[in-house]
Structures are given as structure tokens and as C-alpha cells.
């Protein structure tokens, strides 16, 4: 808020542009005198009233550990008719400049002084001091120095906690990130008269006074590994193979349990396989049970074997689910309704999931080959912990947003493993393979207004991996030029400064160029898309 | 049911070449997966056979290792049934080279091979087998580019009972091995043709001399033509429907004239 200096008012001009020719008074006054009239016309001395400088100061400033300004001071610069200031801007190249108006944590009191200047009139200078409306009436204060109380809105927490069941999870929860400041409006005024020669007066200061909230809150995510599941059924030839396949894979991380089923059936003129795999797990182990019953070609292949193995990842059966709010330490978690957000987690995980009957799809368009799909989903596993809140920059007069986030959090992970039949370049052909996105975000990051300023973004692009393979009838070949595109894309991104958390995972283009190798006929090249972008899901988690 | 041998390559991370009793089957590039399933019966042999491969160039090791993509250079020696698609991991395998050195070995000297040999009970004898043992001398190469150049012009005017003319051993010796008769096999390719030719969409890409590599291999029995640019087809174009078409071909001397042979 940069103010020009006023220019000194000039002398109230008289009535008229002249004034009137002396007259000889019936009354007998002398010639070329005043006359008694014409004096009480002059415009009436106005005292000087100014001042040079003003100050503005918290009860912070020039305290050890706290702000190292004594004030922010504006002053008077007569030569330059120019009001300076001693602004300290930030060292942030970015943003290099600050606000002018002071700012402040609740509650704390303003000191306005002005010095210098030529004095005042009587009841000068005024310091009119308007605060929000719902903090009080705007007062007058007379005299060249004050100190006013600011503060916040007093009751600010409680009456946004009382509305969070009302907003819901989300909305609830982001009325509490950096909410806006209360500002106050300080005007402080003089006549703006000075003797001459002095050109430029000071004559009057407005300036804002922000304050913020004090309060230091915390939200803690502690989210397990939930659930798994994945389902996988075909049936089809195979040649002069007939087979029929089923799989059931339920994995719940809550009850630390985890039971799985896969059948076989594959019977030819020659052949009889039948394969039972049985795998049951909880919090202390697995044990898998694979039964086999078949001949090929008149050779037995029957075998039943056990196998055991440790424990699932403690880590992923946690079954402890948390969400956590704290305001300046003390637990309000219980004002929230968390299950929101745990059944938020489980749409994004049914959406995720949802990949397979995508997949069932495309696996229906080539029956005779029969498919085989399996996906294994994690959304929001981890632990997140944010920290925020207004501080005091020291440095100057400014607030800054504090943050600081300490997250290790498995937004989506997302694994697709794919056997299908299509038409390729006139033939049939099985694209299989697997392919697997992760978007995880850790690490540790703390708002450093002095280094990198406010603005803060942590954007992660997905880990992907795996490959996808094309191979058709046996005879002729398919060979892929270069490499089949399909994989997972998307992003994570956090806004530290207010807390965002925006995601976004595609299962992207299956798309590839491949050559039908023929050993009699030519061979054809040819771009194909094996399937569509499917976008899986685009949410703004927090 | 007709089986057929082939071979199940799944390589990652090596640029290599492969092949059967020294005829080229593929090539991979150094910085995707490949994986296909080439059917190989018309370059083995009775008795003694070798499948071996080239190894170029190594990528260099990466700091992630994904899991569902290994470096990996398998080699699997596989019959199964003509025609039908075999899914993947159900191969029916009868030999195979893996190479997997173990992180401290040193690196392989570059080009560096790997072999196996394997032996098959007694079967046909292939033409090129027989074949006369050739060397690129100037009047051999003159000679082959002529052979070459009439195929380019069967191909550009679409004479295609002239191409045939010129591949009669392949079909012959193809064509029962693919479960097929070579009329049956004719008449597929000139169907074939004729839709890739569909609305004057055929084209074929000039046939520059000083663009095309001659490969001997099979002991020098016969010749692989490449392209310089691409070490691919020397024979290919455009065609209908946004394909693209090629014609590799193996060549060799049989009683004093050339042949395509495969």
C-alpha cells in the first residue's frame, strides 16, 4: 500500500480574484490601509500539523528469536517528494516482494508512532482504527502514538468444528486450512500543514493490519493395506484342448486374513489335467495346497503338495486405520466422521478394480483363445502427516503459511496381468504380459520462506513397469516393431500451501506396430491398437 | 495334428542376433523386450544342429529393476501344434540356452556368441543344404543383383506368377512343412496380393545396389539380402488399408542357377 504524499494545502484563496482597490473611508481611515472589512476576509492561519515518519510495530519486534525489525517505517523524503519505507523484502527470487500491510498472529498489539514534523494542531494527529465487523466499532484515537489490541475472530475454531458433520469429511476438513486473515484498517491523519518552504506533506497514512489465526494443526493418515482382490475366469479351446479355468482372490488387510482358489481344467482327446490350488493366510503365515489329477498321453501326473510361507508385510496388514486432527496438540479427531474417507478409499479401490471388466471385454471378442486377467489394487496405503499453521516471518513484518509434510504414502498401486485373444493383421493372436503403475510419494518437506518461499507443489509421476507380449498361431509369426505402448499414466500431486492432494492413474493406449511374419506369403506391417485409453479415475483425495 | 518346431526368444536388454544352423531368424534391439515365437522346422537339419546368438550390445544396467521386465536373453527349442496359438508360459519346451552371467562376471568381449547344439533324427534334405558353397566375388554379386532386379520387376509390374516362378524350391519345401500344398500356398499369395494391391494402393520401394547388403551364411550356401538402412527386407512397399509389405528372401545356387529358397 504505497501512498504519494499530499501537497501542502495552499492558503484558502480570498473572495474574488483581486483584492478590492483601497478606499477612502467615510469613516475617515487613512489611505492605503487595511480596512477593517477586508481584514476579517483573510483566510485564517492554520498551525502546521504533520509529521515526518510513522512506524508501525508488533509486540514481536526487535525481540531476540522473534522479529528482527524494530518497525515498519514509512518516512517523509522532502528532496525526492517521496514517501520511503524500510520494507524488508523476501531473499525469494521468485517473489522477491512482500505485502505492505503489517501482519500479525492473534493476539497481539499494534504500536503506530509518528514522529517528526512541524507539530500538530490541537486533538491531532487521529488514528481512526476500523476492525472487522465482527470484532468491533471503529475508534478514534488522538495523538502521535497508540497502541491498539488486535486480534482474530475469537471463536473461529469452534464455530467451523460445529459445522464439519454438516459439510462432510473433505469440505469440513479444509475450512481449517490457512483460513483467511482478519484485517484491520488504521488510518492516521494530520492536517498536511507545513511552513514554507516545505512542498510536500505527509498529511495522512491508511494501513492494513492482518491477523492470523495461531493455532498449529496436524492431520495424520495412517492407512493400511486394505484389501486385494482379483478374479480371473476363461474357458475356451486351445486347438483340440478344451479348458476351464476359475480364480478367486480375496485378501482383506483388516482381518489379516487372505484365502485363494484357482481351478484348471484342461482336457483333450489325450488329456486330462485337473489343477486345485488352495491358498489359505493369516497373520502368522500362509499355507498353499496344489492338487493335481490328470494324465497326458496316457502318462500320470497326479501330485498334491503343500507349501508354506511367512507372514504377509506386517506393514500391509496393519490393521490399525487412522485419521488423526490436532489443533495445537489436543485430539479433535472424534469431531470428524473418518469413515468417510475410508469409504472414499474403497470407491477409488473398486474404480481401480473396475480394470477388469475392461479387460473381460476384449477378452470376450476372441473366446476360443479365452483369457486370463488378474489385477491387484493398493490405493492410499501409508502414512501422511501434515502439519500447518500461520508463523510470524522474522525477518519482517509478513506471516507466512507454515507447513510441513512428512508423507510416505502409496497414493495408487496397481498391478494388471493380461492373457487375451484378438484379431491381429487378419490372424489370431494372444497379447499377454503384465504391466504395473505406482504412484508414491515420499519424503519430507517443511515451508522455508527465506529459501524457496511459500509456494510449494510436490508433483510425482507413476513408477511403471512390465511389458506386454503379442504371439500368434503357431506357423507364421508376429514380431513387434519396437515395443507395444500400454502401461499406466498419470500423476500425484500435493499443494503444500493450502494441503491438496490431486491424483490422477490411465491404464494408457495399448498400441503397438507389428509384422505378421509369413514363411510363404508377404509379410504385413501394421499399426494396431490393442485396446483404448481407459482413464481409471481423477480425484482430488484431500 | 502338424506340429511345428519353434523357437520361444524372449530377450531383454542385449541386441542380438539369432540363429538356427547359421540362417538369420531375428534380430532384437538393445533397448525394448522382445519376445515372438518363430516357427524355424525348414532351417533344421538331420542330425547335428546349432541355434546360436550374437550378442552385440548390452544395455547398461539400469538403476530400477523391474521384475515384470528382466534382463533376460532365453532361447527355448519348442514343438506344438500348427496353427494354434500356444499361450504364453504353456510352451512345450524340448532345449533352450539361457545366458545370465552373474553380476561380478566381467562383461563379454563384444560381439560375443552363444551356442548350443542339439541333434534330430534324420529328415528331409533341404536344397540349401546342397547348395553350391558361394563367395561375393564381383562376377557372383553382378549375377545376384540381376536376380535381384528381375525380382524387383515381377514385384513392381505385380507379376506375381513370375515371382513364383523364381521360388518354386520354398514352396515346395515350405508348404507341407506348414501344413499346406504349394498350389494351395500359390493361389494364398496371389490372394494375398491381390488385396494388398486393392485400388492401384501397391508401390514398391526402389532397388538401390548400393543400398543392399548381401549376408552369406549357412556355411555360404546361402544369401540373405538387407537393406544398409535398416537391415531389413530389401523387397518391400506400400499397400492398401495403410500396411506395409516386405518380402525377405534366402537365396541360393541350385544347379548353377539362383533360387529363392525361403
Known amino acids: ?542 | 495334428m502338424t506340429t511345428v518346431d519353434y523357437l520361444n526368444v524372449s530377450i531383454h536388454g542385449y541386441a542380438c542376433e539369432l540363429f538356427v544352423n547359421g540362417a538369420p531368424i531375428l534380430r532384437t534391439p538393445v533397448d525394448t523386450p522382445y519376445t515372438a515365437i518363430p516357427s524355424v522346422g525348414e532351417w533344421l537339419v538331420s542330425g547335428d544342429n546349432e541355434i546360436a546368438v550374437r550378442i552385440d550390445a548390452i544395455a547398461p544396467p539400469t538403476a530400477i529393476v523391474d521384475p515384470l521386465s528382466p534382463r533376460r536373453l532365453i532361447v527355448q527349442r519348442c514343438v506344438g501344434p500348427l496353427g494354434e496359438v500356444v499361450p504364453a508360459g504353456e510352451d512345450q519346451v524340448v532345449d533352450g540356452l539361457t545366458f545370465a552371467p552373474l553380476p561380478d562376471d566381467p562383461p563379454p568381449t563384444l560381439p560375443h556368441r552363444v551356442a548350443y547344439n542339439f541333434r534330430l533324427p534324420p529328415g528331409p534334405t533341404w536344397a540349401w543344404q546342397t547348395a553350391a558353397v558361394l563367395s561375393l566375388d564381383m562376377a557372383t554379386t553382378a549375377e545376384l543383383f540381376m536376380f535381384l532386379d528381375a525380382l524387383h520387376a515381377d514385384l513392381v509390374e505385380g507379376d506375381i506368377p513370375g515371382l513364383l516362378s523364381r521360388q518354386k524350391i520354398k514352396f515346395a519345401e515350405l508348404a507341407p512343412l506348414y501344413g499346406t500344398t504349394p498350389e494351395a500356398a500359390r493361389a494364398a499369395l496371389e490372394q494375398q496380393f491381390s488385396e494388398l494391391a486393392k485400388d492401384g494402393a501397391w508401390t514398391v520401394a526402389p532397388l538401390r545396389h548400393e543400398e543392399v547388403r548381401l549376408h552369406l551364411c549357412c556355411g555360404g550356401r546361402v544369401i540373405e539380402p538387407r537393406s544398409a538402412r535398416d537391415d531389413g527386407p530389401v523387397f518391400r512397399g506400400l499397400a492398401a488399408d495403410g500396411n506395409a509389405w516386405s518380402l525377405p528372401v534366402f537365396i541360393s545356387r541350385i544347379d548353377g542357377m539362383f533360387e529363392v529358397v525361403r
Not at chain 1, 492558503?11 to 483584492?19: F, H, I, L, M
Not at chain 1, 479427531?333 to 476384449?362: D, M, N, P, W, Y
Not at chain 1, 486370463?372 to 502427516?385: I, M, P, Q, T
Open chain 1, 1 to 542: 500500500m504505497t501512498q504519494r504524499p499530499a501537497p501542502r494545502p495552499a492558503p484558502r484563496p480570498a473572495p474574488g480574484k483581486t483584492p478590492p482597490a483601497a478606499l477612502r473611508s467615510n469613516a475617515g481611515q487613512p489611505a492605503n490601509k487595511p480596512c477593517a472589512t477586508c481584514q476579517k476576509q483573510q483566510p485564517r492561519k492554520v498551525p502546521p500539523c504533520d509529521f515526518d515518519k510513522l512506524e508501525f510495530s508488533c509486540s514481536h519486534c526487535g525481540k531476540p528469536g522473534k522479529r528482527e525489525i524494530v518497525s515498519l517505517a514509512f518516512w517523509l523524503d522532502q528532496g525526492r517528494g517521496m514517501i520511503m519505507t524500510n520494507r524488508v523484502n523476501s531473499p525469494n527470487p521468485r517473489q522477491p516482494k512482500v505485502t505492505d500491510r503489517f501482519e500479525v498472529i492473534d493476539p497481539d498489539t499494534i504500536t503506530v508512532k509518528a514522529s517528526g514534523g512541524p507539530g500538530y494542531s490541537p486533538g491531532h494527529p487521529t488514528l481512526t482504527v476500523v476492525p472487522p465487523a465482527s470484532l468491533g466499532t471503529t475508534r478514534v484515537l488522538r495523538g502521535p502514538s497508540h497502541q491498539v489490541a488486535v486480534k482474530y475472530e475469537p471463536n473461529w475454531f469452534q464455530t467451523r468444528l460445529n459445522k464439519v458433520n454438516q459439510l462432510g469429511f473433505f469440505v469440513g476438513l479444509r475450512q481449517f486450512f490457512f483460513p483467511p486473515a482478519a484485517v484491520w484498517q488504521f488510518a492516521f491523519a494530520a492536517c498536511g500543514a507545513r511552513p514554507a518552504p516545505q512542498r510536500k506533506a505527509f498529511y495522512g497514512w491508511k494501513h492494513k493490519v492482518a491477523v492470523y489465526p495461531p493455532d498449529i494443526f496436524k492431520i495424520g493418515l495412517s492407512l493400511p493395506s486394505v484389501r486385494k482382490k482379483e478374479r480371473a475366469n476363461s474357458s475356451g479351446t486351445e486347438g483340440k484342448v478344451r479348458y476351464d479355468n476359475s480364480s478367486v482372490t480375496d485378501t482383506r488387510g483388516m482381518a489379516r486374513t487372505s484365502h485363494s482358489v484357482k481351478e484348471e481344467m484342461r482336457t483333450s482327446s489325450n488329456t486330462e489335467l485337473y489343477r486345485r490350488t488352495e491358498s489359505v493366510g493369516n497373520s502368522r503365515g500362509t499355507v498353499t495346497q496344489t492338487q493335481q489329477l490328470g494324465t497326458i498321453r496316457g502318462r500320470d501326473y497326479s501330485s498334491d503338495r503343500y507349501e508354506g510361507s511367512d507372514a504377509p508385510d506386517s506393514r500391509k496388514l496393519a490393521t490399525a486405520k487412522s485419521f488423526t486432527f490436532t489443533r495445537n496438540g489436543k485430539d479433535w479427531t472424534s469431531s470428524f466422521k473418518a469413515a468417510e474417507f475410508i469409504e472414499f478409499v474403497f470407491t477409488i479401490r473398486k474404480q481401480v478394480l473396475g480394470l477388469i471388466e475392461f479387460f473381460k471385454a476384449l477378452g470376450r471378442k476372441m473366446p476360443k483363445i479365452g483369457w486370463s486377467f488378474s489385477v491387484e489394487v493398493d490405493v492410499c496405503a501409508g502414512s501422511l502427516e501434515y502439519e500447518w499453521g500461520y508463523k510470524e516471518w522474522p525477518k519482517n513484518h509478513t506471516v507466512y503459511r507454515y507447513y510441513k509434510l512428512e508423507v510416505s504414502l502409496t497414493v495408487v498401486s496397481a498391478k494388471a496381468e493380461i492373457a487375451f485373444g484378438l484379431e491381429l493383421l487378419s490372424a489370431k493372436a494372444q497379447v499377454y504380459g503384465a504391466v504395473t503403475g505406482e504412484l508414491k510419494i515420499t519424503g519430507t518437506r517443511e515451508a522455508n520462506p527465506d529459501r524457496t518461499g511459500p509456494a510449494a507443489t510436490i508433483s510425482v509421476p507413476p513408477t511403471v513397469g512390465g511389458e506386454i507380449g503379442v504371439r500368434g498361431a503357431l506357423g507364421d509369426w508376429v514380431e513387434v516393431v519396437g515395443k507395444i505402448n500400454a502401461g499406466f499414466e498419470g500423476a500425484a500431486v500435493i499443494e503444500l500451501a493450502p494441503f491438496s492432494l490431486k491424483a490422477n492413474l490411465d491404464l494408457s493406449e495399448g498400441k503397438g506396430t507389428f509384422t505378421a511374419k509369413s514363411k510363404l506369403l508377404f509379410s504385413v506391417t501394421k499399426s494396431a491398437t490393442l485396446w483404448d485409453k481407459r482413464p481409471i479415475w481423477a480425484k482430488t483425495i484431500l
